[in-house]
DNA sequence: GTCTATATAATGATAGAC
DNA sequence: GTCTATCATTATATAGAC
């Protein structure tokens, strides 16, 4: 799925990539569209709990960063998106997720920026959330085409800036009380 | 392909629409990927030619904006980096138009961020183009998802942000050289 | 340019033997 | 749980009549 796209997944060659024949996939799993949610629903467990512990470590915004920022993250992102696009089924459980997400890296990131004294009138929390994860996106979805102009200096800029907030967050006066030094 | 994917589009639908024969598909274009390509270039000459009369305006940033937070626009492209992460001939020709088009904005931020005395350690260009293409696209395909949780918030706190650059931006010396008010 | 006819290959899915 | 056998469907693409 992520080397060819999500059309390239059949049962054929999924079953050819285990050394079984194809009948067993829908034995496991009965429909291609029940496969499909399966490998989405144990990703996105995963991804949740990855998130979870990077916001509760000491450098959140970085650690943040860092999670959106893995290749095949993107790459699994827009396959489901595309598939979405046409299968409700699996619309639903992207939609009911992504929801899930959302409101965790929000919750955290308000709770962030208050601490850190930086008004709704500077920078509203859904907005450095969306800004930070279109940005990795953008950048993640480019490479996979071979465009990387400015990528470099983008990626410096963003680590640079988000190690400051991070910086300023740890020696903000009872910071361990929410998240103990390590 | 917006309403349905890629996968959904065949020589016989297309061909159903039109109220032919899946045949005369491949007398115009040959193969579906010749088809794909087609509709691509048309597509991105376009969107090269908004772009243009966007940076040309009195409002280059508020514009640039909204040509990014084009519905279609969005679904579009996953559709065909979706399409692309399988088909070699079609990557080549989105990375190149990419490229181009990238190219094309950098230069005009770069420009206006000088012009507004906004220093690269401040914002670098590049990260301010990237950042606002992320941020539509997320907010695009979120919609598509049906999420939409603080994105007005999100979408008028860009606008006015903005807004107040471009302001700056008129009022600045020597304006109408570059881009005379209309 | 548009059609009929057809070659060829892949797909998802089920039934039933062992 | 894994297999063989099989069906119905769909797809891309070409050849040739008109």
Redesign the interface.
């Known amino acids: 799925m992520l080397?060819?796209?999500?059309?390239?997944v059949t049962s054929r060659r999924l079953a050819g990539k285990a050394g079984l024949k194809p009948q067993l996939v829908h034995y496991y799993f009965r429909t291609m569209d029940d496969l499909f949610l399966a490998v989405y629903r144990r990703r996105a467990e995963e991804n949740l709990e990855r998130n979870a512990r990077a916001l509760a470590s000491a450098q959140s915004l970085r650690e943040l960063w860092l999670l959106g920022s893995d290749p095949r993250g993107a790459?699994f992102t827009?396959?489901f998106?595309?598939?979405?696009?046409?299968r409700k089924a699996i619309?639903k459980d992207?939609?009911r997720h992504?929801?899930h997400f959302?409101?965790m890296q929000?919750d955290a990131v308000a709770r962030l920026l208050r601490r850190l004294g930086i008004s709704n009138d500077t920078?509203?929390p859904?907005?450095a959330?969306?800004?930070m994860?279109?940005?990795?996106?953008?950048?993640l979805?480019?490479n996979?085409?071979?465009?990387t102009?400015?990528h470099d200096?983008?990626v410096a800029?963003?680590k640079r800036y988000l190690g400051q907030l991070d910086d300023r967050m740890r020696s903000s006066p009872g910071f361990g009380i929410l998240a103990p030094r390590r």
Chains 1, 2 share one sequence.
């Open positions: 080397e060819e796209g999500y059309a390239a790459v827009v396959e998106v595309a598939l979405a696009n046409h619309r992207i939609a992504a929801r959302r409101k929000l920078c509203p859904v907005v959330v969306l800004a994860i279109g940005l990795s996106q953008v950048l979805l480019e996979a085409l071979g465009i102009t400015g200096k983008t800029f963003v």
